[in-house]
């Protein structure tokens, strides 16, 4: 029987995946028959690529996915590709430089506009004036004791 699972890549804590068949039999990590995508989880977003044309193959074939590989095939559209369901909603893709600098200056232009500035609301004590402010309350003190 064969399957469709994940193949672990990487350190230990930044781990890796290739999406493989195998033989049910073989180990997690061991010899695979073909790679037919990647896993990165750590990417943010997570890097998914999943080659369609094989997988599509495979599952006509009757490899089964394990529940991880169903997960992500169903993510990519994959799954439902081979059981002729509708497709999913497409994968959200990064943001780009000039997507994040463009929304950087139209915040930027809303501070500017309003009523904020670039100094601080209240002004900070300078600490002459707090040694200043203590010592006629301590003297105060002083004579109410005496």
Sequence with gaps: MLKIKLKRLGKIRSPHYRIVVADARVRRDGRALEEIGL????????????????????????????????????????????KGLPAPAPLLQPATKEDKRASFDAFAKALEGGDAKGEAITPKAKKADKKTEEAPAEAAAESTEA
């Design 39 to 82: 896993y990165h989880p750590v990417q943010n977003p997570s890097r998914i690529e999943v080659n369609a044309e094989r997988a599509q193959y495979w599952l006509s074939v009757g490899a089964q996915p394990t529940d991880a590989v169903l997960a992500i095939l169903k993510l990519t559209g994959d799954w439902q590709a081979h």
